[in-house]
């Protein structure tokens, strides 16, 4: 059988938005964000967190970068959302076999 879930995307909903989940129960935050290292033609890695891990680059929202990240994407997501997206992965996890 293949998993076409890659090890890095079933870290995150595993065990990383479990633990944001926690600390958002404990001290409250809006946004999980992050700054994209991709300066390829074709923006693999930003398609990457958009697609698998459910990120957007907000039109809405903005940050002030440091100088060593100033070439680097920003993403971010909802915080309140990410269980149930968290949900939807693993109910589609494996795709239904023909």
């Known amino acids: 059988m293949n998993c076409p879930q890659s ?3 079933v870290v995150f909903w595993h065990i990383i938005v ?4 926690d600390v958002r129960k404990q001290i409250g935050c809006e946004y999980l964000f992050l700054f994209a290292a991709d300066d390829s033609e074709d923006e693999h890695l930003i398609h990457y ?3 698998q891990m459910n990120f957007m680059v907000p039109t809405d929202l903005a940050t002030a970068k440091p100088i060593y990240d100033f070439s680097c994407k920003f993403m971010c997501q909802k915080v309140k959302d990410l269980a149930q997206v968290q949900e939807d992965f693993f109910n589609h996890f494996l ?3 023909a």
């Open 7 to 9: 090890l890095g995307t």
């Open 18 to 21: 479990n633990i944001i989940v």
């Open 49 to 51: 967190y958009a697609d």
């Open 95 to 97: 795709p239904d076999e």
